[in-house]
């Protein structure tokens, strides 16, 4: 039996995979992707998300992916590491994925030819059937110069009334410098917004959230408030760290038998990382913009 049946889990509730069911979405979490799919709808062209490791990037792209699904208008792709070398094999990579016919080649010579494809390509889908064509790139920190330089081409492919390419960026913080080092990138941008770590309400609404949605019905309180402070002080309220010491507590109860999470047990979860030398110190993301 499964460590979290014995708890009385139906599901893992602090699986650290982007399970869009399991996404606390707290009011920044939101807001970017209330603000992603309004843009997607105006087909406005380009929104950028920026965030610290482990604020919920990836969560939050599982999560609009989700929401494109239930839409038949939307055509979409995502790309999970956008470390391409060159222009010519971002390109292929993207003819490739959309499955554009007639575009083919094997050497930089074949980029115009790449370009013309794509523009046709988005013109038809854009245009004639009306879809919304997206292209969502997580880690999007990872793209280089000659890569950001082609999405800046893309972007010019438009109509009188709307962009033909709708681009969502979700990037660490240095891809914010990368941007500001093209020139008209950065004007571009019609949704930009940063996120932050969770305040400790929403540290707990997503501890209490996950253990719902994972089945959890006893009536009983299953991490106690002092549990919850002391997460929330050790995670400094980033979302994978909370995730992976609540993880952790559940498995140091079935070990010692136990069926509530008290500030013992965190406690002595965070005092074991510290000895063993794995504690991680590093600053908070400000709460500013850009």
Known sequence: MSYFKVLGFEKEPFSTSPDPEFFYLSKEHETALTNILIELRLK???????????????SLSRKLIQELKEREDVIFHIILDPSFDNEFLFLSSL??????????????SAILDLRESLERYLFQKGVTENKTVTLIIDEAQKLNEDSLEVLRVLLNYETNEFKLLQLVLLG?????????????????????????????????EMIEFRIRQAGYKANMQFFLDDAIREIYQYSRGYPRR??????RALKNLVLKKKFVVDIGVIRELIDGEIKSGWHRKDPLLQKNSY
């Open 44 to 58: 406005r062209g380009l929104s950028v998300i920026l965030g610290d490791v482990g604020t919920g990037k990836t």
């Open 95 to 108: 003819v490739r994925n959309f499955e554009i016919n007639g575009a083919g080649g094997d050497s930089s």
């Open 172 to 204: 660490q913080l240095e891809l914010y410098s990368k941007i500001m080092n093209i020139s008209n990138f950065f004007d571009r941008i019609s949704f930009k917004y940063s996120l932050n770590p969770l305040n400790f309400d929403e540290t707990k």
């Open 242 to 247: 909370i995730t992976m010491l609540c993880h």
